[in-house]
């Protein structure tokens, strides 16, 4: 019978602890560790999943958990990202997004610091109009009878259009011919790329402030530009246009792109045109059309005057025949 030597336990000996080869890491230390690994590895990752617990402090921040039937994780989009969105993020929401994964030391937490959000199967930018064009139905900003008339023969227009563009040398040209009497103003204004929408929404409000010396008000204004990208037509389904147009006290014609171009400032102006030429063809009559009807109103004010002079001097005529008139002096000798 072999003899089994005996243990460290039972031979008297302590087994150090921790073991002499094993570094002992604080809290701190791990985690720092992870979050060097994690950061380093996905420093670009696309995640898809569903929004839910949205929140949004007022630092302008956006915080929200993304999940799946798996797992949840916490992301979030910081204010100068969001501002960049063209549509509004809610709770429920599938989306896919490109960020970097963080660990957050303070919670030993990791989350992902989203850089860029897709909605997930329809373009951002469709998704953003379908969300303004909701909110502002719920306004009441589409119902017609909110909607002003156009003056019949406008004395001043005003035209909110870029100032280099085909489109306002095609309205100027239209309104010259069309009505010449006509006082058109041009407010300049950039019609696509960032800025564009404010610049817009600002003219908008300058014009209805202006109160000319001369007391002619401005009676139409026209917000146009010619055809062009969804992206190239966007300042025209931005808000603050839309607010814009809304509180215009003066009546607002668009003539935004092409037929098929329909935009949120086209649902909220008092007349939409399908281009700007029409736009400038809706809101002054056509000076031969006008010359026509006073031709013919000429025409039917001398007819009905030479049918009154014939009618006068037949009746003159009849008296004239009258016996009375004819032998004045019969009855007197009667």
């Known amino acids: 019978m072999v003899a089994k030597p005996a243990s460290k336990e039972h031979s008297g000996m302590a087994t150090p602890f921790p073991p002499a080869n094993v570094k002992v890491l604080t809290v701190g230390e791990l985690t720092r560790s992870l979050k060097q690994v994690v950061e380093e590895a996905y420093t670009s990752v696309w995640v898809e999943g569903e929004v ?45 997004v490109r960020g970097r994964l963080t660990l957050f030391m303070p919670r030993g937490e990791y989350q992902l610091l989203i850089e860029e959000v897709h909605p997930k199967g329809i373009g951002p930018l469709e998704l953003a109009f379908r969300q303004l064009k909701e909110k502002l139905s719920v306004k009441g900003y589409f119902e017609p009878q909110r909607k002003k008339k156009l003056p019949r023969i406008p004395r001043r227009v005003a035209l909110v259009t870029s100032a280099t563009g085909s489109a306002v040398r095609d309205m100027l040209e239209i309104l010259s011919r069309r009505w010449p009497a006509v006082e058109v103003w041009i407010c300049p204004v950039r019609v696509q790329g960032e800025g564009a929408a404010p610049e817009i929404a ?37 808000e603050c246009v839309a607010e814009a147009i809304y509180a215009s006290r003066i009546p607002v014609v668009t003539g935004i792109g092409h037929e098929d171009d329909l935009t949120i400032a086209d649902m909220v102006a008092d007349c939409r045109a399908l281009t700007p030429s029409e736009a400038a063809e809706r809101i002054v009559p056509d000076r031969s059309d006008v010359l026509k009807w006073l031709a013919g109103l000429e025409n039917r004010w001398l007819g009905l005057l030479s049918r009154r002079v014939q009618e006068l001097r037949s009746r003159l005529d009849d008296l004239a025949n009258r016996g009375v008139f004819r032998n004045p002096l019969e009855r007197v000798r009667g």
């Open 52 to 96: 839910s617990n949205l929140a949004r402090p007022s630092s302008g921040h956006q915080y929200l958990t993304l999940k799946d039937d798996e797992a949840p994780l916490r992301a979030v989009i910081y204010r100068g990202i969001g501002l960049r969105m063209r549509f509004e993020l809610r709770d429920g929401m599938r989306i896919i």
């Open 202 to 238: 600002a003219a908008l409000a300058m014009l209805n402030q202006l109160c000319p010396p001369d007391a002619v008000p401005i009676e139409v204004l026209i917000v146009g530009r010619g055809g062009g990208s969804l992206e190239d037509l966007w300042p025209f389904n931005e």
